[in-house]
């Protein structure tokens, strides 16, 4: 008869995939998982799953060997805000051990579909989220803050290290407390509890007031469809858009956009 308990964790992918091998070799069926930082007094013993390298790399291989596509997958799956993430991997990696790679047909399965679902939303966001990004300059540096529902920071580095690969620049989640820095061809993502951006220069505020006057300007006012945007960009979006944004953190005295777009000439 297996134990039933409750895992403690780093609160990394691999922390996780030691939890899965812990209740196979312990015989222990998890009904909870808390990350290190997440402890809480509970009915059930609580016992902390150091991350070994070695263990992780295990149960990934033996994951791997039923389908090349799913430690991809639930590494996405585990990015996204579904709620008890934990669990849910952990019961989908019991049901595909159990039931082999023919589990992974059953798409409306109770275990399965939740995973698929939240994988969806989050590629959505991700999307969106590429085209929503506003980039501000300080010092020479873009700097950008979101409000993602999901950790998407690791699924966006690799488009902006890209496309701004001869930049310097940072992105904030704001909601998961971390940041993507890259310069120098090097990218990493690394906690960071607070951030507070400076006050827009004067450059910087022009160049702001120049894209508010172009969204303004292309707009067509006979044709507004308030319930349309929304459905194509979502109003969650809007408060790190530098479009929908207040202009009354502007410094006073600002230079023309004539003056400042002639100085980049």
């Not at 134990?3 to 996780?16: C, N, P, R, V, W």
């Not at 030691?18 to 609580?46: G, H, M, N, W």
């Amino acid at each position: 008869m297996w134990k039933e308990i409750i895992y403690q964790y780093d609160g990394s992918f691999a922390g996780l995939l030691c939890c899965i091998y812990e209740s196979y070799t312990q015989k222990e069926r998890p009904t909870a998982f808390f990350c290190d930082e997440d402890a809480e007094l509970c009915l059930y013993e609580v016992r902390a799953v150091p991350t070994v390298q070695e263990h992780a790399a295990r149960v990934e291989r033996s994951l791997r060997k039923l389908s090349s596509d799913v430690p991809s997958f639930l590494r996405r799956v585990f990015l996204t805000c579904l709620e008890e993430k934990e669990l849910a991997i952990y019961r989908f990696v019991a049901k595909l051990y159990r039931e082999g790679k023919a589990y992974l047909t059953k798409l409306s399965d109770d275990d399965y579909q939740p995973l698929l679902r939240a994988v969806r939303n989050m590629s959505t966001e991700v999307e969106h989220l590429r085209g929503f990004l506003r980039f501000s300059i300080y010092e020479g540096i873009l700097s950008a803050e979101i409000e993602p529902k999901n950790r998407v920071l690791p699924l966006l580095r690799a488009h902006f290290c890209e496309r701004c690969h001869e930049e310097s620049f940072f992105i904030y989640d704001r909601t998961h407390r971390e940041a993507l820095f890259y310069a120098n061809g090097r990218s990493r993502i690394v906690p960071l509890d607070s951030f507070e951006a400076a006050p827009p220069d004067a450059e910087e505020a022009v160049y702001r007031r120049l894209w508010k006057r172009f969204y303004d300007t292309v707009a067509i006012r006979e044709r507004e469809n308030p319930r349309l945007r929304m459905t194509h960009m979502p109003k969650r979006y809007w408060r790190t858009m530098t479009e929908f944004q207040a202009e009354n953190d502007a410094p006073s005295a600002l230079p023309s956009v004539e003056s400042v777009t002639e100085q980049r000439q």
